[in-house]
């Protein structure tokens, strides 16, 4: 016997949904397989969400914008959060890559432990401001009048996505050059994710993030050698970061945001 909801038809179902913020969303789709197909219907195409926050106080800028891209349906596979400013961690340190981990941390908290996160310092963002809703662009540098966070985040149905990090030594200074880097494991990890994943050993689609320290120079060579004409590759050559798939030993030259074609759901 059908219950009052289901009365409603999926019209009226799908309208409802489509305008629940995520963890509202989330809940839906787990009521029964007829809501979760809606679900899956409202979420038939890829979906990026942003958020834009000028506010120096740390904790409540994530905040703001984590509020902001989740309250939207969304089922987030990855998600980037650049940092500019003079944001500082909790414990008064100087250490800039100890914010950027306390940015991470915060996100993955917030999106779950599978969704691929990548926290960065670029040169610049340009986003749609938290209250205003008007488009902004900032060069960014250390400064109180630079606080800014700028939270992407992605859905790409068809695809999986993971970070894969270019690993470097610990006792291996970065601008010693990429020689010295575990490139081939690198694009070696690479193809082995897409091929696990698609059956072909070059992805989609790569975003790379690489230390200011770093010269790329030679794995891009390598990568433009080993990977399909068709796999699309960009990134920032320029920045600092963490994400929340680290090297081994906590050094990392570069990372991989890896997007590889699901042959489960073709």
């Keep these: 016997m059908a219950t009052?909801?289901?009365?409603?038809?999926?019209?009226?179902?799908?309208?409802i949904v489509s305008r629940l913020p995520a963890t509202s969303f989330a809940y839906a789709a787990c009521v029964s397989r007829s809501?979760?197909?809606?679900c899956e219907r409202v979420l038939s195409r890829p979906k990026l969400a942003s958020a834009c926050?000028?506010?120096?106080?740390?904790?409540?800028?994530?905040?703001?914008?984590?509020?902001?891209v989740l309250s939207q349906p969304i089922r987030p596979?990855?998600?980037?959060?650049?940092?500019?400013?003079?944001?500082?961690?909790?414990d008064d340190s100087d250490d800039e890559f100890e914010v950027l981990e306390e940015a991470l941390d915060l996100i993955?908290?917030?999106?779950?432990?599978n969704v691929q996160v990548v926290a960065n310092r670029p040169s610049g963002i340009i986003g749609r401001d938290e209250f205003?809703?008007?488009?902004?662009?900032?060069?960014?540098?250390?400064?109180?009048e630079n606080d800014s966070i700028l939270?992407?985040?992605?859905?790409?149905?068809?695809?999986?996505?993971?970070?894969?990090?270019?690993?470097?030594?610990?006792e291996v200074f970065m601008h010693q050059g990429p020689e010295t880097a575990m490139i081939d494991e690198f694009i070696t990890n690479i193809r082995e994710f897409s091929t696990s994943v698609s059956g072909c050993n070059s992805p989609a689609a790569i975003i790379m993030f690489a230390d200011i320290d770093a010269c790329m120079i030679a794995v891009m060579e390598k990568m433009d050698y080993a990977m399909s004409p068709e796999t699309v590759i960009v990134g920032d050559a320029l920045s600092r970061f963490r994400c929340n798939n680290e090297a081994q030993?906590?050094?990392?030259?570069?990372?991989?945001?890896?997007?590889?074609?699901?042959?489960?759901?073709?």
């Design 53 to 68: 926050s000028f506010n120096p106080n740390f904790d409540d800028v994530v905040i703001e914008v984590l509020n902001k």
């Design 108 to 113: 993955t908290a917030a999106l779950g432990s």
């Design 35 to 38: 809501w979760n197909l809606v």
């Design 132 to 144: 205003s809703d008007e488009i902004k662009k900032i060069e960014l540098g250390f400064g109180e």
């Design 77 to 90: 596979h990855f998600a980037i959060v650049s940092l500019g400013g003079s944001y500082e961690p909790d």
């Design 151 to 170: 939270l992407i985040v992605g859905f790409v149905p068809g695809l999986k996505v993971t970070t894969i990090p270019l690993a470097k030594p610990f």
């Design 4 to 15: 009052t909801i289901d009365i409603i038809g999926e019209d009226l179902l799908h309208n």
């Design 249 to 266: 030993d906590g050094i990392s030259a570069a990372v991989a945001l890896v997007f590889a074609v699901d042959r489960n759901k073709h």
